[in-house]
Nanobody, 120 residues
Framework: QVQLVESGGGLVQPGGSLRLSCAASGSIFSINAMGWYRQAPGKERELVAL???????NYADSVKGRFTISRVNAKNTVYLEMNSLKPEDTAVYYCNVKQSIIGNLEMDYWGKGTLVTVSS
């Protein structure tokens, strides 16, 4: 089992910055990728950023150039640095871990989410 605990959410003004943290504990092995998803009011959950085991990354078009995902392996922690925040970034942000179990099987682990509100 993998447990994920997010932190860093809160209220921030438009144009401001915020950094989310996700600390993983438990059976940390065979991790294929880690990422951040978000769900805004009235919308479906979407992938925000992903970092694979080899270090390559992917970002949603809406956050490219503004958000940066990083990982500190020694601390089993993933970060999402958010800059130039917009009101439309308001959402609950969820940490996600994709773990290889057996063969092609992959397990998804989720944090409980942290609320980010971008407003004056």
């Amino acid at each position: 089992q993998v447990q994920l605990v997010e932190s860093g959410g809160g209220l921030v003004q438009p144009g401001g910055s915020l950094r989310l943290s996700c600390a993983a504990s438990g059976s940390i092995f065979s991790i294929n990728a880690m990422g951040w998803y978000r769900q805004a009011p009235g919308k479906e959950r979407e992938l925000v950023a992903l970092i694979r085991s080899g270090g390559s990354t992917n970002y949603a078009d809406s956050v490219k150039g503004r958000f940066t995902i990083s990982r500190v392996n020694a601390k089993n922690t993933v970060y999402l640095e958010m800059n130039s925040l917009k009101p439309e970034d308001t959402a609950v942000y969820y940490c996600n871990v994709k773990q290889s179990i057996i063969g092609n099987l992959e397990m998804d682990y989720w944090g409980k989410g942290t609320l980010v509100t971008v407003s004056s």
